[in-house]
């Protein structure tokens, strides 16, 4: 996004691209809070239960990649192999696993757009109505980008579906960049969601590997899809 003047800002609406974004542009905008790496109640989810059937399919999923040397693998076999496999487990009967979604939001002040590589979010026959949860699948090389101002866009814009949807004051999402087979999961809430300068606070949690903990990232993932209903009420 081009430097804003004074003249700019009130002529021209500030219109942002997900897959373009820099933290500097979102602070333009948004006010963001960010919290430190740590254990929170979100990501200890103990009272998800895993199936035995959905043991078994996430065993089958990472003894595909146990002999694979990820990081060398393109990105579009990363996520075919174990990305959108372990999504796919956590649907329920309302929340589907989607690929490559346009996210668009219209804020009071500015307005942001791009492409999500997936998604978990309620569906009505065939149709995504809210994504609840969002991926960044960064990308490695030299197109190696940061992954956090891209997952914050989509995380605005998501929050933002979902405020359309239910009126609360606050809009809560989750989402993930990967890396490789590497997954690190954060919490979104939005706040003054129609107020010049919104504000989005983010949790963090650990790296999680899928080659020795991809139990643990599906009991995440299905604590937010179990919760999907009233995810607004999620700690």
């Given at each position: 996004m081009a430097p804003l003047t004074s003249?700019?800002?009130?002529?021209?609406?500030?219109?942002?691209?997900?897959?373009?974004l820099n933290l500097t542009d979102l602070r333009s905008v948004v006010?963001?809070?960010?919290?430190?790496?740590?254990?929170?109640?979100?990501?200890?989810?103990?009272?998800?239960?895993?199936?035995?059937a959905e043991a078994?399919?996430?065993?089958?999923?990472?003894?595909?990649l146990r002999n694979q040397p990820?990081?060398?693998?393109?990105?579009?076999?990363?996520w075919a192999r174990a990305i959108y496999p372990l999504l796919a487990l956590a649907e329920t009967d309302y929340i589907r696993a989607w690929s490559e979604i346009a996210l668009?939001?219209?804020f009071p002040g500015f307005s942001i757009g791009g492409i999500a590589d997936g998604v978990l979010g309620r569906s009505i026959a065939g149709r995504l109505e809210a994504p609840y949860f969002v991926v960044v699948e960064a990308k490695r090389g030299i197109e190696a980008v940061d992954p956090i101002p891209q997952l914050y866009g989509e995380?605005?814009?998501?929050?933002?579906?979902?405020?359309?949807?239910e009126q609360v004051e606050e809009q809560i999402v989750f989402g993930c960049?990967?890396?490789?087979?590497?997954?690190?999961?954060?919490?979104?809430?939005?706040?003054a969601i129609?107020?010049?300068?919104?504000?989005?606070?983010?949790?963090?949690?650990?790296e999680y590997s899928e080659k020795s903990e991809i139990l643990q990232i599906l009991q995440i993932l299905k604590s937010i899809t179990a919760s999907s209903g009233t995810i607004n009420t999620l700690a």
């Open positions: 003249d700019t800002a009130r002529d021209q609406p500030i219109v942002l691209t997900i897959g373009k006010t963001l809070r960010e919290h430190p790496i740590r254990e929170y109640g979100w990501t200890k989810p103990a009272a998800v239960t895993i199936s035995t078994q399919q996430a065993n089958f999923i990472q003894s595909q990820a990081h060398l693998l393109n990105e579009a076999t990363i668009n939001a219209q995380l605005l814009a998501a929050a933002y579906i979902n405020s359309q949807l960049y990967t890396i490789a087979d590497n997954w690190t999961f954060v919490k979104a809430v939005l706040r129609d107020q010049p300068k919104p504000v989005l606070d983010l949790e963090f949690s650990r």
